[in-house]
């Protein structure tokens, strides 16, 4: 196996639900619930879920922008969940982000000068012409020239934007990408440009990512082992050919049946998921999916799968217990 770089362990978040004249706690969201995993070095990780599922909340509580309600985050055997401010912030050198919407995440009043020196002043790397040098680099690297740094971010397009983004998160040589949805918000034709630059920037820089999207297609595309997740749990985990050839997972499974297939010859059956998704403040007992699953057996209702291991590949279902 190689190195790992990042482990998680039983992490959790819930938010209280606040209510009444004085504003007590009246209960509290599920947004993620006992998730665990590990991500390998130079690795790409895809996490996959409808909206809702904590996929987000997951990425964000990795690099601790939101704190954790339990669980753990080891990032090159250094535990991020307790650590010091101080401490944390050395980590957060190694760790970037890279967000959905590219324009809310650059400031409008900044040039993307500005924009792309703050990490390295933040962090103390380098003097003033280091730093625009540094500038001017990554600005080629992701496919933009240096005369675009005295620009400002509304002069650039959508996925000019996200190449900024993805600029900024390489200031600082980070060894882990955190790329919460980094194209869902673009047109079709440059979220495939993008795909590749993220790519082709991997492999020179032999970064890690882990990549949350909601998009199948995308993630196969980009990922080496995909997770899905459902109602703030990991349900399946796989390398990214066996989960989408072999998925075991009823809702994978449903999700999968749903992808389009680019050949007119080939049909497939679509599995409908029935009813609506549950509310993350009132999750179903036992199996969050039993709900809505067409494979619903008594012990679902009541007793929450434990994990399994079928040859490497990770499932949290009932229809798998010896």
């Not at 819930?14 to 947004?31: C, D, M, S």
């Not at 297939?261 to 009813?275: F, K, M, N, S, V």
């Not at 057996?297 to 990770?314: F, Q, S, V, W």
Request: aromatic share 6%.
């Amino acid at each position: 196996m190689s190195e790992l770089l990042l482990e998680v362990s039983g992490l959790k978040k819930y938010f209280p639900i606040t209510g009444g004249f004085l504003g007590r706690k009246q209960g509290e969201v599920k947004a993620v619930d006992d998730v665990s995993f590990f991500v390998k070095k130079g690795e790409t990780l895809g996490i996959v879920g409808e909206s809702g599922c904590g996929k987000s909340t997951t990425g964000r509580l990795l690099m601790r922008l939101i704190e954790a309600s339990d669980g753990k985050v080891i990032f090159e055997d250094k535990e991020i969940t307790s650590m010091s401010k101080n401490e944390l912030r050395k980590v957060r050198r190694d760790i970037q982000m890279v967000f959905q919407d590219p324009y809310a995440s650059l400031n409008p009043r900044h040039s993307i000068e500005q924009i792309l020196e703050e990490p390295l002043i933040v962090h103390g790397i380098g003097t003033k012409e280091e730093r625009k040098k540094r500038v001017r680099e990554m600005l080629e690297v992701v496919g933009l020239s240096s005369y675009h740094a005295k620009r400002y971010p509304h002069q650039f397009s959508g996925g000019q934007r996200q190449r900024i983004g993805i600029a900024k998160a390489l200031m600082t040589k980070p060894k882990l990408i955190i790329a919460d949805e980094p194209v869902s918000a673009l047109d079709v034709s440059i979220q495939a440009q993008v795909l590749n630059l993220m790519k082709d920037i991997q492999k020179e820089f032999g970064l890690t990512y882990i990549f949350i999207a909601h998009d199948l297609g995308v993630v196969r595309h980009i990922s080496d082992r995909v997770g899905v997740m459902y109602l703030g749990r990991l349900i399946e985990l796989a390398d990214s050919e066996e989960l989408y050839e072999n998925p075991k997972h009823p809702y994978t499974q449903a999700l999968l049946s749903a992808v389009p297939i680019p050949d007119p010859d080939i049909r497939r059956e679509t599995i409908l998921i029935q009813g609506e998704l549950p509310s993350p403040a009132n999750p179903p007992s036992g199996c969050a999916f039993h709900t809505r699953c067409s494979q619903c057996m008594d012990i679902c209702k009541t007793e929450r799968p434990a994990e399994r291991y079928l040859n490497g590949h990770y499932v949290a279902c009932h229809l798998y217990n010896e």
